[in-house]
Nanobody, 120 residues
Framework: QVQLVESGGGLVQSGGSLRLSCVLS????????MGWYRRAPGKQRELVAA???????KYLDSVKDRFIISRDNAKNTVYLQMNSLSPEDTGFYYC??????????????WGQGTQVTVSS
């Protein structure tokens, strides 16, 4: 059974940083294009960063130059380093394998996510 477990969220002041981690178990991690999604209050979940198994990255424009996605294939883990955080980055963050990049369709059921709150 595939499981996604996110961690690393918390409360941080505007301008601060957080590093999120996500472990995928129950499947072959290196097969997948992995992504970090964000569900901000009152908004739909959106894909903010993605990384291929070879390390090619893509970002939502609003997080480009502030967030860095990376992966450790040996640990089945994907990371999201978030810098220069602003209150607009507040939300629940989830990781998933990306089934269809054009639509951000995820492969697996969602994990519990990790909450990020940025105070002004």
């Amino acid at each position: 059974q595939v499981q996604l477990v996110e961690s690393g969220g918390g409360l941080v002041q505007s301008g601060g940083s957080l590093r999120l981690s996500c472990v995928l178990s129950g499947s072959i991690f290196t097969l997948y294009y992995m992504g970090w999604y964000r569900r901000a209050p009152g908004k739909q979940r959106e894909l903010v960063a993605a990384i291929s198994s070879a390390g090619i990255t893509k970002y939502l424009d609003s997080v480009k130059d502030r967030f860095i996605i990376s992966r450790d294939n040996a640990k089945n883990t994907v990371y999201l380093q978030m810098n220069s955080l602003s209150p607009e980055d507040t939300g629940f963050y989830y990781c998933n394998a990306i089934k269809v990049y054009a639509t951000s369709e995820p492969f697996f059921p969602w994990g519990q996510g990790t909450q990020v709150t940025v105070s002004s």
